[in-house]
């Protein structure tokens, strides 16, 4: 299964993103081989629309799960209808990898 998790660079072990639409960063992990790439987010700077546009960018990607601190009404709406499943991180998770791992043991909580 692939996650997107909302970053601020382009690293496993770097600082998580709290804004799905504006994030510089998507981290896309398998969750069965661990595999991961970074890749931009292309809505990152733009003026309106950032969290539809960044929505269908991770969709676009395949991903089934999408991790950020939060996700706006739009982005989660867009989400929602193509089928991804959302998370939140707490403040006190330190890395996109710690995200990852929480996930993995089912301690991130669902965005509602």
């Not at 692939?2 to 600082?15: F, R, V």
């Not at 510089?24 to 790439?37: A, K």
């Not at 700077?45 to 601190?69: L, T």
């Not at 939060?70 to 939140?88: C, E, I, W, Y």
Request: charged fraction near 20%; glycine fraction near 8%; proline fraction near 5%.
């Amino acid at each position: 299964m692939s996650i997107a998790i909302s970053a601020q660079k382009p690293e496993l072990d770097g600082p998580l993103d709290v804004r799905f639409g504006r994030a510089p960063y998507y981290i896309l992990i398998d969750s069965e081989t661990s595999n991961w790439e970074a890749q931009a987010n292309p809505a990152v700077s733009q003026s309106g629309g950032a969290g539809v546009a960044a929505a269908q960018f991770v969709i676009d990607r395949k991903a089934e799960v999408a991790i950020s601190g939060d996700f706006g009404p739009n982005a989660s709406q867009a989400l929602r209808a193509a089928g991804v499943k959302m998370h939140t991180f707490s403040a006190d998770t330190s890395s996109v990898n710690a995200a990852f791992e929480r996930y993995k043991q089912g301690n991130l909580p669902r965005f509602a």
